[in-house]
C-alpha cells in the first residue's frame, strides 16, 4: 500500500512537472496578431492548460500551470513575452491567470462527469475555455482603466472586440482538440499509474 502510495506521488510529480513544461514550450508557439494599436498573442498554452485539467484534475492541472506562473515571475523567460514580477502589472497577466482557471475548471467538471461523451467532454472544454476569458479580461479591464491608462482607457466593446473575439474561435478549436486528445490519452495514463 505505501508502495502504491510513493508511486502514485511520484507520477503525480512527473506529470505535473511534464505540463509545467508544456506550458512553458506552448508559449513559444504563437502567432502575433495586429489589431490596430493592440498585439493580440494567440498560442498553444490554452491547449495545454486544458489539457492539464482533463488528464490531472482540478488540484493537480491548476498547481501544474501555478508552478508554471511562479518560475516566469521568478523571472525565468517562459511567458510569450519575457517573465518577472513586473509582467504582474501587463493587463494581459490576467490570462496567464486564466490559464490556472481553464485547468481547474476542466478538472473540476471532468471528474464530476461520470461516462463520457465527445459533447460532454466539449462542453467541459469550453466551459474551461470560459474561465480562461472571464479571467483575462476582467483582471484587463481593471489593470488598464485604473493603472495603466486611467485617463485614455479601455471600454468594455474594444476589450471584448480585441480580446476575446479575435482569438474565441481559434481557442475554441484548441480546446476541442485537447478534449478529443484527452479522451485518449486517459486510458494510458490510467495504466501507467496502476503498473
Not at 100 to 118: I, N
Request: aromatic fraction near 14%.
Amino acid at each position: 500500500m505505501m508502495g502504491k502510495a510513493r508511486h502514485a506521488s511520484a507520477s503525480d510529480i512527473v506529470m505535473c512537472g511534464m505540463f509545467t513544461a508544456l506550458m512553458a514550450v506552448g508559449a513559444f508557439i504563437k502567432i502575433m496578431i495586429p489589431l490596430g494599436v493592440w498585439q493580440v498573442t494567440f498560442s498553444m498554452q490554452i491547449f495545454v492548460a486544458v489539457l492539464s485539467g482533463f488528464l490531472l484534475g482540478a488540484g493537480r492541472g491548476f498547481l501544474s500551470v501555478l508552478a508554471y506562473l511562479i518560475v516566469g515571475l521568478c523571472g525565468v523567460p517562459v511567458f510569450a513575452h519575457g517573465g518577472g514580477l513586473a509582467y504582474m502589472l501587463k493587463p494581459t497577466f490576467g490570462f496567464l491567470i486564466g490559464f490556472a482557471a481553464a485547468a481547474f475548471v476542466t478538472g473540476l467538471l471532468s471528474g464530476r462527469m461520470k461516462t463520457r461523451s465527445a459533447a460532454g467532454t466539449l462542453a467541459i472544454a469550453f466551459a474551461g475555455e470560459m474561465a480562461y476569458y472571464a479571467c483575462g479580461l476582467l483582471y484587463y479591464y481593471f489593470m488598464f482603466n485604473l493603472f495603466v491608462s486611467p485617463d485614455v482607457g479601455i471600454g468594455f466593446k474594444e476589450l471584448v472586440a480585441v480580446w476575446f473575439l479575435s482569438t474565441v474561435v481559434p481557442d475554441f478549436v484548441l480546446c476541442a482538440l485537447a478534449s478529443r486528445l484527452a479522451v485518449r490519452l486517459e486510458p494510458y495514463l490510467r495504466s501507467m499509474v496502476k503498473l
